[in-house]
């Protein structure tokens, strides 16, 4: 595993970096306590204590390492399925059923409450945590507070920003304990402050922990991919499956499936207008080894194709929409559904 993401990090050094990826210059004490004294300030008129401002706030220093890695992020050019061999290993896929088995009636209690598979919980948390081992030492607040005085995501930053305020300030997380990645992601399921708001849940009683508590950790997942406006999740399907297109299809076809941005969702994604399962079957679309796909009339479909029409191609339910707007990124998504597979199977 560790060898992976070795290869992983060397491969995608070698594509280009962000524009933006230059040495950082930092402020001086002066700017940076001009634009911290505006943000208790902002902090305060929306409801933080003066408690809570003045204990998180007033020693913070901007962090240049995390403008850094923010500015950074390599440009990969990978392939899906050279993002699938770094992502789906068999040590995960060997780790996700032994987790799915450890945990087996918990996640059934859980899955039953908020009405999903216990395997879409599990496949979340491989991806985001490895199950909970790898969840990032960073003070968030530090994190946070320097990628919202800088300019590249300043306006995003300071909502994760006050919504992490909130949190402590409400006493959901004890001060000095809210850490993640340097992005601000926090616990096991990797939430970021605003979504932690929002969806984590407390399923044991004795407040949210999705740190150290499996159940708080299964219930805020759960909560967050099933609790979406206007795209419930469904029980009775799964994610999709990856196709094979009619031999004699016309290339006319691929080129009517458009660019499409789901709202909410920053990348713009390939994916068709939505037809039921049995009118893909009809145009010849099959499963991976031939056979028929599943006759359902009442359940949307559409066609992705993540690397274009070279690529690979599935069939994805609205379930998939639920995955994408964990992580939007259609690799990611597609990744989730794989692993759930792999690990139920």
Known sequence: MIFRFVILFLFISFNLYSADCEKPKMPTDEEWNSWL??????????????????????????????????????????????????TITKDKIFAGKNFLKKHKDLLKEIGEHFK???????????????YGRNQGKINSIIAITTLAFDRRRS?????????ALEILDKNLVPSGELKGSWGGAVGMTQMIPTTFLETAYDWDGDGIDIWNSYADAFASTAN?????????????STWGREVLPPKNISSSFFDSIKQVNPKGCGAVKRRSIAKTLSEWSKLGFTKINGDPLPVRDDLEARLIMPDGIDGRMFIVYPNYKNILYYNCSSYYAVSVGLLSDKISN
Do not use: H
């Open 224 to 236: 967050y991919l099933t609790s979406l406006d206007k795209n419930p999740w469904f029980n009775d």
């Open 116 to 130: 999903i598979q216990p395997r879409f919980i599990v496949a979340v948390l491989g991806m985001e945590s490895y």
């Open 37 to 86: 004294s505006n943000i208790k300030k902002e902090a305060l008129e929306i409801g933080i204590s003066q408690n809570i401002i003045s204990k998180e706030l007033n020693n913070v220093k901007p962090q240049s390492k995390i403008i850094m890695r923010d500015r950074c992020q390599p440009a990969s050019t990978m392939t899906l399925d050279e993002y699938l061999f770094y």
């Open 155 to 163: 306006d995003f930053y300071k909502k994760q920003l006050f919504a």
